[in-house]
């Protein structure tokens, strides 16, 4: 062990790793989106978005990640659209996530006592308005514990996207490690270094839900 | 896709598959067994090594798979751990799954209600036999279902070690992908191959959760 190779190396890994905080974040925030159409999608009613959101959400669950991301990253170009690897990496980790954001929700919006769009139904409200005003924000509040969670499973699922090159925190120990043949300072520091986002994450999240809890 | 081209990839794809079912079931084992032990030295009552057993936990869990395999694979024979890809491969599943396993099965062993292991104590049983018919048996049945989601979770992990050489399903699914130039069939084949086996492999769980707990809801049961 030399800790000087990790002194080294420490201001490209940091680098590195705010790429990955960025893409995960990034990540996650599409994932949101696309969780929270799926889920209105699957409660909406209608026979075929229910089973097109279900066979999504099946799909994204029991596909390994790393075959997303290579089928993204391949099927793209075919259809015309050419682009960088972070764009197919951001998409695939975007869509992987958004799979489980709206089987969050949908747990979170069963937690909504169902009196309450019963009762906005009686008084008239619109169906958007009982989504956009009483089941989205409640679902979110509920969600918020589970929602830190999958931020956290995000980030350590985002160490796939070094294979379609993205210079993230492990690609670029990979590249690292290559040229100073010291591997394995090289992952230890990097594997610190997502424990410590994860850890700080983990804290975040406890914060928040008790906050939440207090009301 | 040309037939011929299953022809000759076939007994390369089949010999992956294998190797991926290997890995699979030798890295649940480890990582069943080596969780199970932690879970049981966590009880003991020694701070240091149960600060250790915490760490243990929380580092595996905190840390992507990807990185503790390349710690593994090319940090080890920096310190004279010289394994060969497919070692590497299985025993990085089980140590990342023990950590997991170890989780569910502190879980399992809290839900076993107190009353029963006293009963049992009270009865004169030794601390083997308790374990064995008392604590073992309840914790079981209340644990397999998060158990079976854990093993489902390590098939879709075992396609990671391709990236470390190991020459399972995905590593000879790329290989025939580059040599035929046909990616992007190659790896949609791949997906839905993926698909059905995680979702066979849950399925065969959730019999299996149904099978084990059936006493659960037998009538001689809900009165009691």
Redesign the interface.
């Known amino acids: 062990m030399k800790f000087s190779v990790i002194v080294d190396a420490l201001p490209h890994l940091l680098g590195a790793a705010v790429t990955t905080i960025w893409i995960s974040l990034l990540g996650v925030l599409l994932g949101q989106v696309i969780g929270v159409l799926v889920c209105v999608a699957r409660q909406s009613g209608n026979r075929g978005l229910d089973m097109a959101g279900g066979v999504y959400v099946s799909f994204f669950r029991g596909v390994p990640l790393l075959i997303q991301l290579l089928l993204i990253y391949y099927m793209l170009p075919l259809v015309g659209i050419d682009v960088p690897p972070l764009v197919a990496a951001i998409s695939a980790l975007s869509l992987a996530s958004g799979a489980y954001v709206s089987e969050i929700y949908r747990g979170s919006l069963n937690a909504v006592p169902h009196g309450q769009s019963e009762a906005a139904l009686a008084l008239g409200f619109s169906s958007t308005t009982i989504w956009t005003r009483i089941l989205l924000p409640q679902a979110f509040r509920f969600s918020v514990p589970a929602l830190v969670n999958e931020l956290i499973l995000l980030l350590k699922a985002s160490s796939l996207i070094s294979v379609v090159g993205v210079a993230e925190l492990t690609r670029t120990s990979q590249t690292i490690s290559a040229s100073n043949f010291r591997p394995l300072e090289i992952y230890l520091a990097a594997g610190v270094i997502y424990l410590a986002i994860n850890s700080a994450l983990a804290l975040f999240g406890t914060l928040v839900e008790r906050r939440l809890q207090q009301g | 896709m040309d037939s011929n081209l299953l022809v000759h990839y076939g007994p390369a794809l089949l010999r992956g598959f294998g190797v991926t079912i290997l890995c699979w079931a030798a890295g649940c084992a480890i990582g069943l067994a080596l969780g199970f032990a932690l879970m049981l030295l966590r009880r003991i009552d020694v701070k240091p090594l149960r600060w250790i057993i915490r760490a243990y936990i929380?580092?595996i869990r905190?840390?992507?798979?990807?990185?503790?395999l390349?710690?593994l694979y090319?940090?080890?024979p920096?310190?004279g751990l010289r394994l060969e890809a497919t070692t590497a491969g299985i025993l990085g599943l089980g140590v990342y799954g023990s950590a997991y396993f170890a989780e569910i099965f502190r879980a399992g062993y809290q839900a076993v209600p107190k009353g029963q292991v006293e009963a049992a104590l009270s009865l004169g049983m030794p601390y083997g036999g308790i374990l064995r018919r008392v604590i073992l048996p309840g914790m079981l049945v209340s644990t397999i279902p998060a158990l079976v989601n854990m093993m489902a979770i390590l098939t879709?992990?075992?396609?990671?070690l391709?990236?470390i050489t190991v020459p399972e399903l995905?590593y000879e699914m790329q290989t025939m992908a580059a040599e035929t130039f046909a990616?992007?069939e190659t790896?949609?084949g791949?997906?839905l191959f993926?698909?059905l086996l995680?979702?066979a492999v849950s399925r065969l769980g959730r019999r299996l959760e149904t099978r084990m707990t059936r006493f659960l809801s037998h009538p001689s049961n809900a009165r009691a």
Not at chain 2, 62 to 68: A, E, K, R, V, W
Not at chain 2, 156 to 160: P, S
């Open positions: 929380e580092v905190g840390t992507p798979f990807l990185i503790q390349f710690l090319s940090g080890g920096a310190i879709k992990e075992t396609v990671v391709s990236i995905m990616s992007f790896i949609l791949m997906a993926y698909w995680v979702e």
